[in-house]
């Protein structure tokens, strides 16, 4: 018994040291994976969940607008992470968010004009993948702007249990793998776009 608690044991040690504790940082990953995921955008293959801007309540920045909303400094980081994002194209591109004040004026910022809201985004105890999968349209990329709740929940749902809780205005990236199954390719903080623009530009 002992000697199978101790093998367990170690499965379990080994699994939680070589098992990323967040998805890869797509910054600072190689050029390979960041050129795949370059083609699965350019063939409407990806969906990208983003975290709204800098929250108004939580912050002494000044505000856009409502207290329920974003800062001045969360709708400029959103404005820029918006010019990066038109550097990809989103001429195949659905862009939707949240019904919360900050989500949509995150969502607007980044697109330069309103987005439709859905309710289910603002659920984040109920999401699954396959929920964030059936609202992709064939051939086009999707992009969601709700909350950290939701996006930890998706990477709880593809083993990232411990995953740090995601910044303010940023994105995680999901496609389908070789199984037809969708999974977190890696995420982006907003200082790493420019540096994801370079390297995907090679």
């Known amino acids: 018994m002992t000697v199978v608690a101790i093998a367990v044991s170690l499965l379990i040690l080994t699994g939680y040291t070589y098992w990323p504790r967040s998805p890869v940082d797509l910054a600072i990953d190689s050029h390979s994976r960041i050129a795949s995921l370059y083609d699965s955008w350019k063939k409407g293959e990806v969906v990208m969940l983003v975290r709204h801007g800098e929250r108004c309540d939580r912050s002494n920045n000044d505000c856009v607008g409502p207290r329920d909303g ?3 400094h969360g709708q400029q980081v959103s404005a820029e992470v918006g010019r990066s994002l038109e550097g990809l194209g989103l ?3 659905d862009v939707v968010a949240s019904p919360s004040t900050r989500t949509l004026q995150t969502a607007e ?3 330069g004009h309103p987005v439709a809201a859905q309710d289910w985004l603002f659920d984040c105890e ?3 993948l396959d ?3 059936a609202h992709k349209v064939s051939q086009r990329n999707l992009v969601l702007v709700t909350h950290s709740g939701c996006i930890s929940q998706i990477e709880k749902q593809q083993g990232y249990y411990h995953a740090d809780m995601s910044d303010y205005d940023s994105a995680v990236f ?4 070789r199984q037809g199954r969708p ?3 890696g995420l982006l903080n ?3 776009w420019n540096q994801l623009m370079v390297k995907g530009s090679k």
């Open 70 to 72: 974003i800062t001045r």
């Open 91 to 93: 001429t195949q591109t």
């Open 109 to 111: 910022f980044l697109v």
């Open 126 to 128: 109920n999401m699954s």
């Open 131 to 133: 929920q964030v999968m």
């Open 174 to 177: 999901i496609s389908m793998n």
């Open 183 to 185: 999974v977190i390719r």
């Open 190 to 192: 907003p200082g790493g």
